[in-house]
Structures are given as structure tokens and as C-alpha cells.
DNA sequence: CACAATCATGAGCAATTGCTCGGCTTGTTC
DNA sequence: GAACAAGCCGAGCAATTGCTCATGATTGTG
């Protein structure tokens, strides 16, 4: 159905420079607050009031309030570029684990509260879901390929490997680089590489 | 101020059996809404409905709905026995790992969803931060102590270390549990006890 | 069996939330 | 500059939530 269908879409195109000032202050506004206040406690009128606009403007561009998540969610899974990074499978192992482990943890930079709003938190629609399910099984086949292909990868369970490396570089960054000045992102990332790389090329 | 420190604290002893099952039946009621619902979503009347109970009854027990989060966090905690199997060192490295992995896995092996919702959802309150921060406190001084110490650790950074192993484990084990199925918790136990070891013994 | 302590009830209050709608301001077009 | 469109406003509605309190039912005790 058209309705279903447009229950997370923006509700009108701009089509004045003031328009899409106004989009873009409630985007930033909404990261900032869900970030802040976790999704049920960041409420619409303090998003508006955030990004110094009135509560109706904000429902001129989004339908509801999950459709400001929705939007928030694409731009992060489009702007993430670490599926990419594992296809390199002719490069050394340890660079092709490096390129992956700093993409996300580029991509984790801006805003780690944000991020694991958006991936714990966020409402169990169908469409979120299925966007990042979608997302993170690209990167468990790239990965998966590259285990099975790349001649210095040796672990057995290559399933449960791929399984492993995947969330132990999901997961840890989001916290580690969450918690200012204890852990060195710089570190995190040689002793991260260092971990991965040993593991897949033991016997 | 006493008003202050029973915030989280039960309203009333029970003194009859039948007021104990009370209780019990609002904490498991309250752990399956949680984990279904989230936090926030999990509404108390939800709770007292799935515990066969009036509102009313619910709140004869506990003050408020955190109170309820944060039993279910204390009792939760006390379970984890993670932190004492880090003591032993003067066993096989492997071993003393291997131990560590496993009292995570069985600990979260319950209700994975909770777990995470206990973490991530809880309200920011002064009390539960300082229960969490104190219980990972003692994780990581163990953690820190053997590594170290024990003669098979070979790891420059361990500062880094520390803070990698620890979460690597904790959230490695959430994610993986919770999709039922794909991942066999025997596999992943073996798969993370050669990865920690090699790396902690890398020169 | 009386009578008090304990336990259970649930209608409904106060506060909060997502969101609407009618009217206003600013920009565009001819 | 008139007429229309695009954008903006914010009081307030409907729904939901955490929680109270006056009342009634159960249980233990002498």
C-alpha cells in the first residue's frame, strides 16, 4: 500500500534553500538529542526546540518521529564504507583487516551514544530491521569470501570465524571509543589488527 | 537523606509466602517485558498484567519502575562469577581464559535480549552506574593483574589489552547468543579462547 | 471467633508524549 | 505588486504512562 509504504518517508521535497536548511537542523538536532536522552526520552518538541524551529515545522518533513531515526540510520549505513574494504583479497591479510577495522571505527567517530541508540533502540519496524540486516549481511559475505580465498587464513571454523570477527570489531569499538580519554583509538586499532590477524592465521 | 537512599529499595518486607511469590512473579514478568519491549516500552502495568497481578500489587513491592531495573541488575551482577576465575594464575593460560568465556557465556546464556537492555537502556541513574562501573572495575583490575603477571602473556599494551579482552568477551557473547541458531555456543567458546590466547601470548 | 496485620485490588489522577490544524509569514511568478 | 505557493508557527488534543489511594480480601494470633 502507498501509505505503508510512506510511513517512514519524508513528507514534501523542498524546493526552497530555507527548506532544506530547516531538514537538515532537524537531522542534526535529532542526532544530538537521541544521543543525549536514548530514543523514547528524546522527545519531538525538544528536537524542535533544539534546532530552534517550531514543533509543526518539524512534522512538515517527517510523518513521525521514527521516520527521523529511519533517516538518521540510512545516512550512517550509506556513509559506512567497510564492506568495501574486505574485498581487496589479492592485499596482504593484515592490511585488508586494518582498512576494516579503521573504516568503522571512522565511521563510529562522530557520535558512538548516537550509534548505539540507533542499533539498540531503535523501534522494531520491519524496514529499520531489514536496512540493517541487509547491511551486516554484506559484510559477513565479503568476509566470509575472504576467509575462504585468501591464502594466509588457516582458522578452521571459518562459520563461526566470520561470526566472531565481525561483532568483536562491531562491538568493541562502539564502547571503547565511547569512553573519552581511556582508550587511545590509535591503540585500539594495532592491538585489534594484531588480535584478528594472529587468530586467522593460526592453524 | 533516607527518602533518597530507598529510592530503588523494596517498599516492604514480605511476610508471608504469599507475598514472596508476589515478588517473584513481578521480577520474571518484568524480565520477559523488558526483554520484549525495551525498557521505555515496558510499561508497569504491562508488567503486573503479565504477572497475573494488580498495579497495585506491583507497587506495594517496589517504589517505582527502576527499582524493579534494578533488581533485576543486582541479582543479575551477583550471579557473574567472571571476575574470580581471573585469579587463578598460576594455571595454564588457556585455561584461566577458557574459564573467563564460559562464566560469560552461562551468565548471559538466561536472556541475552535482557542483558543488553539492562546495559544499554537503564536509566542513568547515579546508583546503577555506580553498580555497573564497579562490577567491570573488578573485572578489569583482575584481568590487568594477570596479564600482568602470568608468564605465557607476552602483549606489549596492556593497558589496551585489557580493555580489548574485556569487552571482546562481553559483547561478543550478547550478540551471538541472541540470534538463535546460527551460532553454537560450544564453537564460539573454542573460537574465542584460541583468538584471546594467541593474541595475549603474541610477542 | 475476633481483630489486627498483611496483602491485593483497580479506577483514575497528574504529567508527558506524539502529533494536528488553522492561521500567519516569507518567497516566487507573471 | 497581486496572487499564489511554500514554509513556519504553537496552542492544544488524544492517547499513554507512572503511580496513588481508598477499599476490600486473606492470613496469622490469642
Known sequence: MAAEQRRL???????QVRAELTRQRILTAAARVFAEHGYAAGTTNRIAER??????????YYPNKDAILAELLTRHLEADRSAETLRHQEEPLEDIIRAFVRAVIDNHH??????????????RSTELLELMAQHQREIHTNLHDLLNNHPEVHVQDKHTATHLVASTVEYTVHPLIATPGEINPTHLEEELVTMLTTYLRTR
Open 51 to 60: 534546532a530552534g524551529i517550531s514543533i509543526g515545522s518539524l512534522y512538515q
Open 9 to 15: 518517508q519524508p513528507r514534501k521535497q523542498p524546493r
Open 110 to 123: 562522530d557520535d558512538p551514544r548516537l550509534l548505539r541508540i540507533l542499533s539498540d533502540q531503535a523501534p
